[in-house]
């Protein structure tokens, strides 16, 4: 059964940093594409970065520059650096692995971006 545990997340000042990390059991980790989601205030889940099993990343435009995403898997978890946080950060953050056509999801992690 697959299992994604987030942690990491909380409040932090504009223009800070914050690292998320989500460790997968149930599968193979290492031979699978894993992903973050953000879901921003008001608007539907978005897809923010992702990594390939190859460490090939993407990234959504408004966060390039300040996420890095990267993945460890000797260790079964992919993370989330997030620095130059701005206050449209703020909301819960999910990680995801798309494996055989089935969407699994971590329980989401709350990011607030506030003074």
């Known amino acids: 059964q697959v299992h994604l545990v987030e942690s990491g997340g909380g409040l932090v000042q504009p223009g800070g940093s914050l690292k998320l990390s989500c460790t997968g059991s149930?599968?193979?980790?290492?031979?699978?594409?894993m992903r973050w989601y953000h879901e921003f205030p008001g608007k539907e889940r978005e897809m923010v970065a992702e990594?390939?099993?190859?460490?090939?990343?993407q990234y959504l435009a408004s966060v390039e520059g300040r996420f890095v995403i990267s993945r460890d898997n000797a260790k079964n978890t992919v993370y989330l650096q997030m620095n130059s946080l701005k206050r449209e950060d703020t909301g819960p953050y999910y990680c995801?692995?798309?494996?055989?056509?089935?969407?699994?999801w971590g329980q989401g992690m709350m990011v607030i971006v506030s003074s």
């Open positions: 995801n692995a798309p494996i055989d056509r089935t969407e699994y």
């Open positions: 149930g599968f193979t980790f290492s031979k699978h594409t």
């Open positions: 990594i390939s099993s190859t460490g090939r990343t």
